[in-house]
């Protein structure tokens, strides 16, 4: 196993003192642990506050020059450390190989996209009604926030959030997932070796329930953003909005991918796949429900299932098609979905089980379903795995109905070569990503990105210009030279 120092508060590395005991296991092989350690406790999760706060007003005061640099250097740490990045990235998670690989180079790319907005980034001048008075407004570091991840993008939704917070000038307090331990401390040491002073980043692992109040509730706290479950978010919303501080949380979803007559079969095909397998299904923008016209609906799911019969299965270093289930509480969830859809009355088309080889690791096979109902726990839940249910609607209204009928509204897509259908869909449908003959899945990382209804807080969005608004304070000026 590897050295147990996890806790990086104020410029130290040191060990959990809680009683939680956190465990790190390959999901291909979850007999011999990587890693065990004790996780954060309360008072430690106050001491990185401390350490935040403490710097805050020294790390906000350091120029845009100083800041964008060092952001820049991490960003070349990140490329030089690749393959190493990823095989840890990939051993923890268990993504194939290639995938953690392209992971590890879009944090990359959000450290250098973020550190130009050090420089950049800028308030307004705006015209005054009073000609002795100059108006304007100024963006200011809100402070202190409060980071917390999720597993399945373990390096680059950790990435999308540091690069923004420290290039606006806050400090932080990063808590990621206790499922991917490994490589949020790989990337904090990264920022530790360009010279982030101590107390500017913090580092703790621990459970939610033993920190979490510690690292939202405190009140030198100035923001918080998370990203996770619904229910997690839900109530971490509930706690922040009695301080009154901002909150940015992003969580689940239920992505809708529909398919009219007149498109391109083989595409659609090809996305459904993508969307709904890529990384065994465990994104929040997965394509969930395949929502189809009637008329093409044989058609294409028979594409969709030689496809998904076609795809390769094992250990991420193996770099298969679909690697496997973070967990074994994840991989149960994905059978026991699997079982509630046939109970429901779904026709499983393909998959539905779990593999013969490889014979250990949390394993799935992509999994098809048809004669799936609107209404079936299948088509409202989110599963968070290889799973993939297919709709038949019989038009194109039917098809935004069905879409919507959900309680999330983070991605969707629509193929289609009728531009006025994909116009109409792109106003009706209640999704904040919507895609276009594209798979529910990616981003840029110029473009804003969060959902609608339960899929977001709905306030400022991740990504682009909005995380750096999110990160910041506006003030409006009001000048009158004596």
Not at 123 to 133: A, L, N, R, V
Not at 357 to 372: H, I, L, M
Request: hydrophobic share 35%.
């Amino acid at each position: 196993m590897t050295e147990t120092h996890y806790q990086y508060i104020d410029g130290v590395w040191t060990d959990g003192d809680s009683t939680d005991e956190i465990t790190v296991r390959d999901p291909a092989a979850p007999e011999d642990p990587i890693v065990a350690f004790s996780g954060a406790s309360e008072t430690q999760a106050e001491e990185a506050v401390s350490a935040a706060a403490a710097a805050s007003d020294n790390w906000a005061a350091t120029t845009p020059d100083d800041r964008d640099t060092i952001l820049y250097e991490v960003a070349e740490r990140i490329d030089a450390n690749r393959d190493a990045l990823a095989e840890t990235l990939t051993r923890e998670e268990g993504k194939p190989i290639s995938s953690g690989r392209g992971e590890v180079s879009r944090a990359a790319e959000i450290f250098r996209f973020f550190a130009s907005y050090a420089r950049s980034a800028t308030g307004e001048t705006i015209p005054s009604s009073d000609p002795e008075t100059l108006t304007y407004t100024v963006r200011e570091p809100l402070g202190v926030v409060t980071l917390i991840t999720p597993w399945n993008f373990p390096i680059a939704t950790p990435s999308w959030k540091l690069a923004t917070a420290l290039a606006t000038g806050n400090t932080v307090v990063l808590k990621p997932s206790s499922e991917t331990p490994m490589i949020a401390k790989q990337l904090v040491e990264l920022l530790a070796e360009v010279g982030v002073p101590n107390g500017v980043v913090n580092l703790v692992v621990g459970s939610g329930s033993t920190v979490g109040d510690a690292l939202t509730t405190d009140e030198r706290v100035d923001g918080v953003s998370f990203t996770g479950s619904t229910e997690t978010g839900q109530h971490i919303a509930e706690t922040v909005a009695t301080r009154g501080i901002p909150i940015q949380t992003e969580m689940g979803g239920k992505n809708p991918q529909v398919v009219l007559p007149d498109a391109d079969l083989e595409a659609a095909a090809d996305a459904a796949i993508s969307g709904a397998f890529g990384g065994c299904g465990q994104a929040c923008t997965a394509t969930s429900r395949l929502i189809v016209h009637e008329d093409v609906a044989d058609e294409l799911t028979a594409a969709v299932v030689e496809r998904a019969e076609a795809l390769s299965i094992g250990p991420g270093l193996d770099d298969p098609d679909i690697g496997p289930a973070v967990s074994a509480g994840e991989n149960e969830t994905n059978l026991e979905y699997i079982e509630v859809a046939e109970k429901e009355g779904a026709t499983l088309q393909t998959g539905g089980g779990q593999p013969a080889t490889p014979e250990a690791g949390y394993f799935v096979e992509p999994t098809v379903f048809t004669d799936v109902e609107p209404g079936m726990r299948i088509a409202q839940e989110e599963v968070f795995g290889p799973v993939l249910g297919v709709i038949e609607v019989a038009d194109f209204d039917e098809a935004v109905r069905v879409a919507n009928d959900v309680n999330y509204g983070l991605s969707a897509s629509i193929f289609t070569t009728n531009m006025a259908k994909s116009r109409s869909f792109t106003k009706q449908i209640e999704a904040g990503v919507v895609k276009i003959n594209g798979t529910t899945t990616g981003s840029h990382v110029q473009m804003p990105f969060g959902g609608m209804k339960a899929s977001s807080s709905e306030t400022q969005k991740e990504l682009g210009q909005h995380a750096y608004e999110f990160y910041t304070h506006e003030k409006a000026i009001y000048r009158s030279d004596p």
